[in-house]
Nanobody
């Protein structure tokens, strides 16, 4: 079985920074795209940023220029460096990974989420 475990959330003041980490573990043949999503209070889950195994990135307009996603393929980990945080960034942040098994079958996995609260 595959597990995604996030870490690094917490309480930060507006304008501050946080770095989230996500580690994938278990029986892993290949990981394609990984990413971060978030769900704010009373809102639907939304894409924050994704990164392919080749390092191509995609960001939501709301975080461009402030957030940076990176990946360590050797460790099956991704990171989200969040700078200039705003109160509207407050949400539960979820890690996502698209895995492909030995037979070429793709599966989608989610972490349990980590809370990020931006408040003074």
């Amino acid at each position: 079985q595959v597990q995604l475990v996030e870490s690094g959330g917490g309480l930060v003041q507006p304008g501050g920074s946080l770095r989230l980490s996500c580690a994938a573990s278990g029986i892993i043949f290949r990981i394609n795209t990984m990413g971060w999503y978030r769900q704010g209070p009373g809102k639907q889950r939304e894409l924050v940023a994704t990164i392919t195994s080749a390092g191509s990135t995609n960001y939501a307009d709301s975080v461009k220029g402030r957030f940076n996603i990176s990946r360590d393929n050797a460790k099956n980990m991704i990171y989200l460096q969040m700078n200039k945080l705003k109160p509207e960034d407050t949400a539960v942040y979820y890690c996502n990974a698209q895995l492909v098994n030995y037979y070429g079958i793709s599966s989608n996995y989610w972490g349990q989420g980590t809370q990020v609260t931006v408040s003074s």
